[in-house]
């Protein structure tokens, strides 16, 4: 087949998770009720941050932004794909599939620095907690928050830019259930040994980097809870980090899944289900681990759900 030019693409063909018909209905139900999950436990941190004065702290700050994020992430692939099983139909357009491209790039990575963000809020308030409030303050606060989301929004926009330089064959057939950078590159007719070398140099940079200032932070955390004498002193500075542990081991763990069952495995079957765990479940379980493992965000949510009542009794 001869390879076409990009600008003649009309579409991509998205395969999904399953090609079985009989369980089309159920993938359906289970990632609708996923996302709506998502959705609305993410909103009740937004919503318990933004009106509880309480919570006017750089921690809950950050996590307010991490479940905005976390919304956004999710909602860039799965509307999609309820869509097409709704409409049984596989398309996605060319500019949908860059579109698509674009903001989960966006979104992912934005969760990652925002994860090392949030690593270094917790070694300021546990190594300098006379100082924290004067080190994090609401400029850097909104600073940080602002230069993340301007960096990763030219990250996106470079690989968006990269892909756009190649050429595809009319009506690819992608074998995901939204449009994945690796995937959509290797599908080029044309040479993409560029993109390949800023895919993977890119991937390292912004992988390993977060990661290791995660683990810098948490080094410097973990030496400064061994100096603290007495034993719940050291409890109470490692249980403001514990929620925040569990959802980057969930982030690296899922990402490294991706990788692993990518590079391990010539099908992409197991690639898919891994980015499922990575796309949705992630989301979909960090207000859980906030809520539950958080005596302030569940005090928060608390009085959020009195509030109306407690209204209704003033005269």
Known sequence: MEPSNNTQISRFLLLGISKEAEIQSLIFGLFLSMYLITVFGNL???????????????MYFFLSNLSFVDICFTSTTIPKMLWNIQTQSQVITYEGCITQMYFYILFAELDDILLTVMAYDRYVAICHPLHYMVIMNLRLCG?????????IALYSLLHSLMVLRLSFCPEMQISHFFCELSQVVQLASSDNFLNNIVMYFAAVLMGVGPFAGILYSYSKIVSCICKITSAQGKYKAFSTCVSHLFVVSLFYFTALGVYLSSAATHTSHSSTVASVMYTVVTPLLNPFIYSLRNKDIKGALKRFYFMPSLKDQIP
């Open 44 to 58: 009740l941190i937004i919503l318990a941050v933004s009106l509880d004065s309480h919570l006017h702290t750089p």
């Open 143 to 151: 600073l940080l928050v602002l230069i993340s989301w301007v960096l």
